[in-house]
């Protein structure tokens, strides 16, 4: 069932991107909003650790474990968590300092698409961390746990694409 | 010729009346002819006793014969049908040969052989037949622990090969002894199984043990022509006299019998010794006393509360897949009695939760784990520590017969837990025991093994020296009685490389030089899961203790699960065994579990980075959540869309 949940993903997103790039041909890039350029800086480097750590635990996770439809387990696992390491306090720092910015009705430099995207990343990215630290406490039960997983899985999905439509706005817009 | 005579005679007298109890109803057929009373409340077995030959034993016969089961229990339960169960059908060539169990051992401390033995089709224990060992001799060494049936009355059922130096005709069948397992008298004697045996009694065996009389003499001393039909047997041949007491005045024997089996019944032939950590064979050995037992009985179960079975008695033993698609053999599982079985259509199956097991939810234990381990090996076995431990058993060292000097250093060497991987992928607890014996390798390189007589026979100046050793005086082989037997055992004419294989290891002449070689399959352990004693759910692998986390029970980087060590332990000197850490049996990459182990020690920091992480990104979401709802909301009012230059 989760393969099949993969797929609809991978299609959702290129036909996504797709038919954006279509819709959008000719315009320019948006002027970016005024920010010291340390934390431009910063945030882009958190920016980068966010997608690292997507990259790696999606590889992982979705590409490694769900679409062969195993389990988790050995180096696999270890990367993953390794990913997770990584990526949660990245987009802790990313949602500092970059929320501002990605505020809507704000003025540039975000479209207002890679906003809903920043913030969608956000929230399954809350998610991903609380479901994936949260079996490592005696809180859940077997069943829990295999629910809390589904719930990680479905949501890494969903940061995933919603990740790489982020990328596909950045780079259309350069707005980063 | 006489004696063969005799022994003719005495076969076709047990199976003239076999066959004519069979034709008249003397022995229990199917259900239908059953003398039942179909309450719970037992029935009081106040009963005639027969003999072999179907006739009514009194307490002042002149020449009284032993109780028959087959002919005294058979009388009412259906005897045939009980023969084809677990305990009994190991040799029927149809019996399926389940999950390997513990096999018998023979061991030979002269030859330098423990070898593991079964009838079953257990991969690595070998057919009894290709040590040379007739179903006449496997009864002699091993018949002490068995409950009789199976190749101790096959040579009345005529399924078995004819042995002609085998004395059945005048020691008698090994009938089933019903009252092995369901005898409830604190005065049935199970040793005199083994003393019978010993006197190649077989046939006296069951009355001796019930307590029904007294047996003396053995049948090893009748003369080679004796016949039982027409000779007095001599004084000193096996005389029995019945103990007139225990008959009432209708010659009526009183059988204190059960269905709930007590477990000491069980523990005779099921009972485990646990030694000292394989590394440290010198130190005390663990106090008995000290030990608290199966947590289940400790709870008041017994050992058939699980392990039950029907009237063809067999036996649930009580793994997953032991009857695929029998959800009642299902029910018997850990899983099965504590959780239920999802699958079977009986909702009491289904529920579980059955005698009152309690179900836990396993707070914590990521899911994985219940789909590659076994219940037992969190549960299961002593806690595991730095090294495996030397354990004896009943069946292999003959454990519940009297003796003042049981040595603990004792073939077969035998250790516990050894954690593996099954071919089913997943890991349980083991026992392992690596075989020790002689052989000669085969065209394809196999290796068949030679029985120790042919072997002490063939190289008597190496070994010869070490004939009539035993096991309180045991001493390993030398290396250079290998090489010489192996010189004695080469065949000039081909017929195969002889070699030695123990602890693992192969011993070949190569130039008339003696040289080792390691992972020769043959050579490899022989393994059994172990399942008992089960351990109280805290001092499961995986609860922790101490404040330290039940993860690093088996995650840390030392841990006994992984890291623990196993001995390769052989019968040859030096006897310094090499120490193989246990994911080396399981074929477990050391660098990944080394890094798995790494990883656990950050874990803390990595919940805490987490947290804090999930903390900021909720605050954030909180914050700028409340606006962007504002947002939404006017956006909504001014028909939607984008704020002027904020294109999607």
């Known amino acids: 069932m989760f393969r099949l949940w993969i797929l609809a993903t991978i299609v959702a997103v290129t036909l996504a991107t797709t038919l954006h790039s279509?819709?959008?041909?000719?315009r320019g890039p948006g002027a970016a909003a005024p920010l010291p350029s340390r934390l431009r800086r910063l945030g882009r480097v958190c920016y980068l650790l966010v997608l690292a750590g997507v990259g790696l635990a999606g590889l992982t996770g979705v590409v490694g474990a769900g679409l062969r439809g195993v389990p988790m387990e050995g180096y696999g696992l270890l990367l993953h968590v390794a990913a997770g390491g990584v990526f949660a306090p990245a987009l802790a720092a990313l949602a500092?300092?970059?929320?501002?910015?990605?505020?809507?009705?704000?003025?540039?430099?975000?479209?207002?698409?890679?906003?809903?995207c920043f913030w969608m990343?956000?929230?399954?990215?809350?998610?991903?961390?609380?479901?994936?630290?949260?079996?490592?406490?005696?809180?859940f039960g077997t069943e829990a746990q295999r629910a809390v997983i589904a719930i990680h899985r479905h949501a890494a999905l969903a940061l995933l694409a919603t990740a790489i439509f982020h990328i596909y706005l950045s780079v259309r817009y350069r707005g980063v | 010729m006489i004696h063969g005579r005799a022994s003719i005679s005495w076969v076709l007298l047990l199976a003239a009346a076999r066959f004519a109890l069979a034709q008249e109803g003397g022995l229990a057929g199917d259900a239908t002819e059953l003398l039942l009373t179909d309450s719970l409340s037992p029935f009081v077995h106040r009963i005639t006793l027969y003999d072999a030959d179907g006739v009514a034993i009194a307490p002042d016969d002149i020449h009284p014969k032993p109780y028959s089961p087959a002919r005294t229990c058979g009388k009412c339960h259906p005897?045939?049908?009980?023969?084809?169960?677990?305990?009994?059908?190991?040799?029927?060539?149809?019996?399926?040969?389940?999950?390997?169990?513990?096999?018998?051992?023979?061991?030979?401390?002269?030859?330098?052989?423990?070898?593991?033995?079964?009838?079953?089709?257990?991969?690595?224990?070998?057919?009894?037949?290709?040590?040379?060992?007739?179903?006449?001799?496997?009864?002699?060494?091993?018949?002490?622990?068995?409950?009789?049936?199976?190749?101790?009355?096959?040579?009345?059922?005529?399924?078995?090969?004819?042995?002609?130096?085998?004395?059945?005709?005048?020691?008698?069948?090994?009938?089933?002894?019903?009252?092995?397992?369901?005898?409830?008298?604190?005065?049935?004697?199970?040793?005199?199984?083994?003393?019978?045996i010993a006197q190649r009694n077989l046939a006296w065996a069951p009355t001796a043990t019930a307590g029904f009389g007294i047996v003396r003499g053995s049948t090893k001393n009748l003369p080679a022509d004796f016949n039982p039909d027409f000779d007095t047997p001599p004084a000193d041949a096996t005389q029995l006299e019945y103990d007139a007491t225990q008959f009432d005045a209708n010659d009526r024997v009183f059988f204190d019998v059960t269905r709930g089996i007590p477990a000491e019944r069980c523990y005779f032939c099921h009972t485990t010794r646990v030694d000292r950590p394989v590394d440290d064979l010198a130190g005390a050995p663990p106090r008995r006393w000290l030990s608290e037992g199966d947590v289940h009985l400790a709870a008041g179960l017994s050992c058939v509360s699980c392990h039950r079975n029907g009237l063809d008695h067999q036996i649930v033993r009580g793994y997953a897949d032991e009857r695929p698609g029998d959800p009642f053999a299902q029910a018997f599982t850990c899983a099965g009695c504590h959780y239920g079985n999802a699958e079977a259509d009986d909702p009491a199956l289904a529920r579980g939760g059955r005698l009152g097991s309690p179900r836990s939810d396993h707070p914590g234990i990521p899911p994985l784990h219940f789909e590659e381990l076994s219940c037992t090996a969190c549960h299961a076995g002593p806690l595991p520590g730095e090294t495996a431990r030397r354990v004896q058993t009943a069946m292999a060292h003959g454990l519940g017969l009297a003796d003042r000097?049981?040595?603990?250093?004792?073939?077969?060497?035998?250790?516990?837990?050894?954690?593996?991987?099954?071919?089913?992928?997943v890991y349980r607890p083991y026992r392992l025991m690596w075989p020790s014996f002689w052989g000669r390798v085969g065209t394809a390189g196999e290796v068949t093994p030679l029985a120790p007589e042919e072997v002490m026979g063939t190289a008597r100046a190496a070994l010869g020296a070490r004939r009539g050793m035993k096991p309180a005086a045991w001493q390993p082989l030398e290396t250079g009685q290998i090489a010489e037997a192996l010189a004695a055992l080469a065949e000039p004419d081909g017929g195969g490389e002889p070699v030695y294989i123990s602890g693992g290891v192969t011993y070949r002449l190569s130039d008339d030089a003696l040289t080792t070689e390691t992972g020769w399959a043959a050579a490899a352990p022989y393994t059994w899961p172990l399942a008992h004693d089960v351990r109280p759910a805290a001092q499961a692998l995986g609860a922790g203790s101490g404040g330290v986390s039940g993860c690093l029970d088996c995650h840390a980087p030392d841990s006994p699960f992984y890291f623990g060590k196993v001995a390769a332990e052989g019968l040859v000197a030096p006897r310094r065994a090499a120490l193989l850490p246990m994911h080396m049996l399981m074929g477990e990459d050391a660098k990944l579990l080394g890094a798995w182990g790494l990883s656990f020690a950050w874990r803390t920091l990595l919940k805490v980075i987490g947290l804090i992480s999930a903390g900021v990104i909720a605050v954030v979401l909180a914050l700028y959540g409340a606006a962007g709802g504002r947002w939404l909301l006017r956006s909504c009012g001014r028909g939607g869309g984008a704020d002027p230059g904020e294109g999607i």
């Open chain 1, 96 to 116: 500092v300092l970059w929320a501002d910015r990605n505020r809507f009705g704000s003025p540039q430099p975000f479209s207002l698409g890679q906003k809903i």
């Open chain 1, 121 to 139: 990343m956000l929230a399954c990215g809350l998610v991903m961390i609380l479901t994936g630290i949260g079996p490592m406490f005696r809180l």
């Open chain 1, 22 to 26: 279509v819709r959008t041909a000719g």
């Open chain 2, 79 to 196: 005897y045939g049908a009980i023969g084809d169960g677990w305990h009994f059908n190991a040799a029927r060539p149809e019996a399926p040969a389940g999950r390997p169990g513990e096999p018998w051992f023979l061991v030979d401390l002269p030859t330098g052989t423990q070898a593991p033995l079964s009838y079953r089709d257990w991969p690595g224990a070998w057919d009894p037949a290709v040590f040379g060992l007739t179903e006449w001799e496997m009864i002699e060494r091993f018949g002490r622990h068995q409950p009789g049936g199976g190749i101790g009355e096959r040579p009345a059922d005529g399924e078995s090969e004819p042995d002609p130096d085998a004395p059945w005709a005048t020691a008698g069948r090994l009938e089933i002894d019903c009252l092995a397992c369901h005898s409830a008298a604190a005065g049935f004697d199970q040793t005199q199984r083994a003393e019978q």
């Open chain 2, 405 to 425: 000097h049981r040595p603990y250093d004792d073939p077969p060497f035998i250790q516990e837990p050894v954690f593996l991987e099954g071919d089913d992928d």
